[in-house]
C-alpha cells in the first residue's frame, strides 16, 4: 500500500513512539509485507529467522524488534512489537469504513457494465466495459475489474487476507490494505472467492477462467489463461504461470511457483514448486507417470507380502 504522500523516518518513527536508526530524512512511501514489497516499502520482522531476507529486501525501511547492523540505504525503526506496530500504520493510513449502501459513490462503473441486482461494491472499486457482475456477488474495497470480465453469483471479491500472528490470548488478524486486480477476459464462476492481498495486490491474469467454488488466497499471482476446474483452492503467496490446468480439488499451499504450461490433475496437492509443460498427480504431487508407476506397484504389495516366509 503506498501512503498519500512521502513520509520521512522521523514522522513514522514518532507515531510509533519508536527509536530508529538512520537519516531522520530518509523516505517511506508505503507498507507491504515481505512478498511484495518494492522500493520506499516499509517491511516488518519479529523473528532472527527471517532478518536477513527483511534486510536484504527491496524494502528501504525495516520494522524490526532488535539493533542490528544497518545495511546501506535502508532505515531502521526498533520496536518491541512489529506485528502490531505495523499493524497500527495499516490502520492509520486505511482504516475501516463502515458502509451502509450497497453502490460506494467512488465506485467507478462503466457504462457499458451490467451489475445486476444485489450486488454490492465497496469504496475504490472500479469495473471496466462490457464486464459483468451476477447477483449475489460483492466485490470490496480496492478491486479493480478490467473489461469484459464475469463474476459469478454470490462469489466475493476482496475479502479480508487470511494472516494471523498467534498470541497467548488466541490469533490476531493482520488488517488488510490491499485490494484484488482481475485482468482483461478474466471469468470467476458462482461461489469463489478472491482473497485481498494483505496490503498489494492479488492478481488474476488476463483470460483466466475459474470454476464455482474456487478460492485464491492473499497476494497470490496467477497469469494468463490459466483454467481452474471447481474446488481448487489456492493459498496465500503462490505463483502460477501463464497457461497451467488445474483440474478439480487441486489444492496448493502457501510460497510456491507453478510453472507456465502445467496440468495438475484432480484432487492433488501441490505442496512445493514445480516446474512447467509437464503433468502431475498425487499428494504431494508428482510427474503423472511415475505416480502412476506407485499406484501399480502398490497394488502389488499385498501379493508380495503373502510370499514371504
Known amino acids: 500500500m503506498k501512503f498519500d504522500r512521502v513520509y520521512k523516518l522521523k514522522e513514522i518513527a514518532e507515531f510509533l513512539d519508536c527509536p530508529f536508526i538512520g537519516s531522520s530524512e530518509h523516505v517511506i512511501s508505503g507498507i507491504n509485507e515481505i512478498h511484495r514489497v518494492e522500493n520506499g516499502d516499509l517491511v516488518f520482522v519479529d523473528h532472527p529467522k527471517y532478518y536477513d531476507k527483511a534486510l ?33 500504520l495499516a490502520n492509520h493510513f486505511s482504516p475501516f469504513i463502515k458502509q451502509e449502501k450497497l453502490i460506494n459513490d467512488n465506485a467507478q462503473i462503466h ?38 470480465v464475469i ?33 482483461n477476459n478474466v471469468e470467476l464462476g458462482a461461489l469463489c472467492t478472491i482473497d485481498s492481498g494483505v496490503s498489494s495486490l492479488t492478481i488474476i491474469g488476463e483470460g483466466s477462467k475459474l470454476d464455482n ?11 494468463k489463461n490459466c ?10 503467496c503462490v505463483i502460477i504461470e501463464d497457461n497451467v490446468t488445474l483440474w478439480g480439488q487441486v489444492g496448493c499451499a502457501s510460497n510456491v511457483t507453478i510453472g507456465q504450461g502445467a496440468v495438475v490433475l484432480a484432487q492433488s496437492g501441490i505442496s512445493k514448486s ?3 509443460n509437464k503433468t502431475y498427480f498425487g499428494s504431494p504431487c508428482g510427474e503423472v507417470k511415475s505416480k502412476f508407476r506407485e499406484i501399480s506397484a502398490l497394488k502389488k504389495l499385498p501379493e508380495l507380502l503373502q510370499k514371504l516366509p
Open 274 to 276: 514445480i516446474v512447467g
Open 151 to 183: 463474476v459469478g453469483p454470490n462469489s466475493v471479491v476482496g475479502h479480508l487476507a487470511f494472516y494471523y500472528k498467534r498470541k497467548n490470548d488466541g490469533y490476531c488478524r493482520m488488517h488488510t490494505c490491499g485490494g484484488v486486480h482481475l485482468k
Open 227 to 236: 483454467l481452474f476446474a471447481a474446488g481448487v483452492g489456492i493459498a496465500g
Open 111 to 148: 457504462e457499458s457494465a451490467i451489475v445486476y441486482p444485489n450486488v454490492f461494491i465497496g469504496k475504490n472499486v472500479k469495473i471496466g466495459s462490457e464486464s459483468v457482475i451476477y447477483s449475489g456477488a460483492s466485490i470490496l474495497d480496492n478491486t479493480i475489474i478490467e473489461n469484459n
Open 56 to 88: 536484504n529486501s527491496l524494502a528501504t525501511t525495516i520494522l524490526i524488534d532488535e539493533k542490528v547492523d544497518l545495511p546501506q540505504g535502508k532505515a531502521l525503526i526498533i520496536s518491541d512489537a512489529p506485528f502490531d506496530d505495523y499493524n497500527k
Open 213 to 223: 467454488h474456487v478460492h485464491i488466497g492473499h497476494d497470490t499471482v496467477i497469469g
